[in-house]
């Protein structure tokens, strides 16, 4: 059976958007006693997690559009004016995601996250240095590789009821701890599932394009 490209597009789009919405809507309302993640008092931790999901959110709508073949190919024009605000998207939001790894308290997360943002960074810088040379081949590649990262918020997310399964599957059958703290295991380990899951889709998809690539006469 034959995939529809433009099918899947948009069932990317709307489990992307139907995922992230709703922990983003508690921090729209700009009211600190709504966040979702403890906030250490008297700090500037609010306004910066607010500001870094923000410009998260833009990269990851202005990124899903890069991908649009209509946009890219019939209009470049648009194509690179979505892309720059791609690029400052995810320089604002990753820079921003650096300062927030400071109030995460917890050492497996904050790795995650901070292997998760270094990586978001120069992948998004190596996609902006290949197109400004003009190597269009690499450029899509690495931007592939960032889209990929942006993504990770999603697929951690997801992941998190297949997380409590095994979890519950590999202690015989129970939650040891009760439901709060096992949430807190699998909420301190699904980034780095998300990170590496989401490399191998992305790394098997750029290895399935360029097979095809070498296969045309
Ligand atoms: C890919 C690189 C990203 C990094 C490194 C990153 C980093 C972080 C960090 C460190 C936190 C604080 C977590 C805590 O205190 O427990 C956070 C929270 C958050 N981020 Fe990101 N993030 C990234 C991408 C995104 C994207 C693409 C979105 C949305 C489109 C997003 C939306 C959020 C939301 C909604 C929260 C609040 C957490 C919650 O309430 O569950 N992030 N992020």
Request: glycine share 4%.
């Amino acid at each position: 059976m034959k995939k529809n490209p433009k099918k899947s597009w948009w069932i990317l789009v709307i489990v992307s958007v139907g995922v992230m919405v709703p922990f983003m809507i508690p921090y729209f309302t700009l009211d600190s006693d709504k966040s979702r993640v403890p906030l250490a008092p008297a700090t500037h931790e609010y306004p910066i997690l607010v500001s870094h999901i923000v410009f998260a959110f833009i990269a990851l709508i202005t990124g899903l559009l890069q991908f649009v073949e209509r946009i890219r190919i019939t209009n470049p024009k648009i194509h690179r004016i979505i892309g720059k605000i791609y690029v400052s998207s995810v320089f604002i939001s990753g820079l921003l995601a650096l300062a927030v790894i400071f109030y995460v308290e917890n050492f497996t997360k904050s790795m995650a996250f901070l292997t998760l943002a270094i990586l978001w960074l120069f992948t998004c810088w190596k996609g902006y240095r290949k197109a400004v040379k003009r190597h269009f081949n690499e450029h899509r590649v690495w931007m592939l590789r960032s889209v990929g990262l942006t993504l990770v918020a999603v697929s951690a997310r997801l992941l998190v009821p297949v997380l409590l399964l095994l979890y519950y599957i590999l202690n015989d059958f129970s939650l040891p701890g009760g439901r709060d703290q096992v949430f807190e295991v699998i909420l301190n380990v699904n980034i780095w599932v998300g990170l590496v899951l989401n490399f191998i889709i992305v790394e098997w998809v750029i290895l399935k394009k360029s097979k095809g690539k070498n296969k045309k006469p």
